[in-house]
Each structure stands twice: as structure tokens, then as C-alpha cells.
């Protein structure tokens, strides 16, 4: 079993719809928990973090954790064509520790 | 402002050959990163930097090697070039302690014929 997983994709949803993005994992140390975003032909860049279980919130984005379920969550309000991106999860044990990320999901917000 | 660069954009080697592919930032930080992106199995960690003269190995490190010699600079060396190095490249840095934000080069797209 891998330790992040993550549907490819792609996801393709009209303009205005709230998207939801999903990542699975298995190492219950993982307390790191973030979202990068990557456009076409560009390096990922990061979205939002959170720590530990909980949601968190800015803008039109909310990352959302659950610990018990090992399950995290990345909902977009609103959406824009401009949000057509891949969208990676990723995750750390530590402050100190190397991230795993998972394979990103390919999202297209139809105008 | 403070950015990290790559280069080549782009490069067309062949097998056998040694190909080094530069990796720079201006950010000060002492965490460096080296990832290769490929369909089907995303970001995997090829190399890591914690400073100067520090370099430690990842999760695919085969056929690769670093060397850090200061703060700045982290290039990437395959030693005999093989088609299954056929990637997207990605340098990445970061503060200590403050590993959540690795901000990411543009890329390299390398082509092993």
C-alpha cells in the first residue's frame, strides 16, 4: 500500500461549482498535512498547510483533515477557469522530515 | 525577490553521457531539494541538501549524484545517462524548520534518447 494516495483524474466541473479533492494515506505518524498547486508546464507551489486534525480556511479554499480516517480533504468555492490546475497532497511526520507527496489530481474548470 | 532557478529548460542527451542540470536559488535557505516528476508516480525525492557539504540520499537515487558547496547552488549530476531518466526534474528550497513551503524551480524536461 502506498503511503499517500491520490486520484489522477482528470476532474473536469463547470465554472462556479465547489470542487472537492481527496488524499488517502496510511502512516498514522504523518502530523503535516498540505496542498500544493501546479500549473501546466510550471514547479508546484503551496496552497495551504494545516497541523494536525481540523479544518482550515482562506478564501475560496478549506483543507480539511481527519486523522481517524486518514483522509484529507481540499474543497474549492466558486471555482474558476483559472483554478484548472494539478493539485497535489502532501505530507510529513515532522518539522523535520522529508515530504511524501501524492501523485496529484488534474482538475479542469469548464468556462 | 528572492527566487530559484533552473537550467536548462530543457535537454536532449544520450545514454552513456554525464549531464549536470543546475539548480540556484537566491532565497538563503539551507534546504534544497531534488525531484523527478513522471505520469503515473508524481514527485519522488532524488536527492536533499541540509547546508553546505551536506547531502543525504532519497527515495530514487540511482544513477544520481550532488554536491553542495555552498549555499546557493545544488546541481544535479547523472553519471551515464539512461532512458529511464527521461523526466521532468524539479529543484526545490526551503527555510529550516519551515520544510511545509518548498518553493519550487520551473522545472528541467530532460530527454534520454
Known amino acids: 500500500q502506498k503511503e499517500v494516495e491520490q486520484d489522477p483524474g482528470p476532474l473536469s466541473v463547470p465554472e462556479g461549482a465547489i470542487v472537492s479533492l481527496n488524499c488517502t494515506y496510511s502512516?498514522?505518524?504523518?502530523?503535516?498535512f498540505m496542498w500544493y498547486r501546479q500549473y501546466s508546464r510550471k514547479g508546484p507551489e503551496l496552497l495551504m498547510y494545516t497541523y494536525s486534525s481540523g479544518n482550515k480556511e482562506d478564501g475560496r479554499f478549506t483543507a480539511q483533515v481527519d486523522k481517524s480516517s486518514k483522509y484529507i480533504s481540499l474543497f474549492i468555492r466558486d471555482s474558476q477557469p483559472s483554478d484548472s490546475a494539478t493539485y497535489l497532497c502532501?505530507?510529513?511526520?515532522?518539522?523535520?522530515?522529508?515530504?511524501?507527496f501524492g501523485k496529484g489530481t488534474r482538475l479542469h474548470i469548464l468556462p | 525577490d528572492a527566487e530559484i532557478t533552473q537550467s536548462p529548460r530543457h535537454k536532449i542527451t544520450e545514454t552513456g553521457r554525464q549531464v549536470t542540470l543546475a539548480c540556484h536559488q537566491t532565497w538563503n535557505h539551507n534546504n534544497m531539494f531534488w525531484y523527478r516528476q513522471d505520469l503515473g508516480h508524481g514527485l519522488r525525492l532524488i536527492h536533499y541538501s541540509y547546508g553546505v557539504q551536506d547531502t543525504n540520499k532519497g527515495e530514487v537515487s540511482d544513477g544520481y549524484s550532488v554536491s553542495r558547496s555552498n549555499t546557493e547552488d545544488l546541481p544535479l549530476t547523472l553519471e551515464s545517462a539512461a532512458s529511464s531518466q527521461t523526466s521532468v526534474y524539479f529543484c526545490?528550497?526551503?527555510?529550516?524548520?519551515?520544510?511545509?513551503?518548498?518553493?519550487f524551480g520551473a522545472g528541467t524536461r530532460l530527454s534520454v534518447l
Open positions: 502512516n498514522s505518524a504523518f502530523q503535516y
Open positions: 526545490a528550497s526551503s527555510e529550516v524548520g519551515g520544510g511545509n513551503i518548498q518553493y
Open positions: 502532501a505530507m510529513r511526520r515532522n518539522r523535520d522530515d522529508k515530504i511524501i
